[in-house]
């Protein structure tokens, strides 16, 4: 077995539902307990497996196919608040605009009024028009 680069020194690491055990990966008491008043059953099945098999939290890239409601939006609000405490910047990408307005609201709330991180959002409404085309 090859040893891992140390940046994913954690990966070993195995997380029960409860969000305190997120901890060990360096993730800040008032984020864990502002997830904990959010999800108080703590992670599902999906979002351990994204954490102890797809190692979100260990400087993966992992893709997540999953139904609604499966809880997807959460493994990527992981892997961005992991991001961010790094001193890096996350992107949500999101296929609506009403779906951009909605997790812009919740976004700036939890994460800007709450934490202090600076919620941005961009709904591609401009329109470009190439160089010569006709009005």
Same mark, same amino acid.
């Given at each position: 077995?090859?040893?891992?680069?140390?940046?994913?020194?954690?990966?070993? +690491? %195995?997380?029960?539902?409860?969000?305190?055990?997120?901890?060990?990966? /360096?993730? @800040?008491?008032? !984020? &864990?307990?502002?997830? #904990?008043?959010?999800?108080?059953?703590?992670?599902?099945? +999906? %979002?351990?497996?994204?954490?102890?098999?797809?190692?979100?939290?260990? /400087?993966? @890239?992992?893709? !997540? &196919?999953?139904?609604? #409601?499966?809880?997807?939006?959460?493994?990527?609000?992981?892997?961005?608040?992991?991001?961010?405490?790094?001193?890096?910047?996350?992107?949500?990408?999101?296929?609506?605009?009403?779906?951009?307005?909605?997790?812009?609201?919740?976004?700036?709330?939890?994460?800007?009024?709450?934490?202090?991180?600076?919620?941005?959002?961009?709904?591609?409404?401009?329109?470009?028009?190439?160089?010569?085309?006709?009005?």
């Amino acid at each position: 077995m090859k040893a891992r680069p140390a940046r994913w020194a954690n990966s070993s +690491l %195995q997380v029960t539902p409860d969000l305190q055990d997120l901890a060990a990966y /360096g993730i @800040s008491q008032p !984020v &864990i307990d502002l997830w #904990s008043a959010r999800f108080p059953n703590g992670l599902n099945d +999906l %979002q351990l497996a994204a954490v102890n098999d797809g190692r979100v939290l260990s /400087g993966e @890239s992992l893709l !997540v &196919i999953a139904p609604t #409601s499966a809880g997807k939006t959460f493994i990527g609000e992981l892997a961005a608040i992991k991001a961010t405490q790094r001193g890096q910047k996350a992107v949500f990408l999101l296929p609506y605009k009403a779906l951009v307005n909605e997790k812009y609201d919740e976004f700036s709330e939890l994460y800007g009024e709450k934490l202090g991180l600076r919620v941005a959002r961009c709904s591609g409404d401009i329109k470009i028009r190439p160089p010569h085309s006709q009005r």
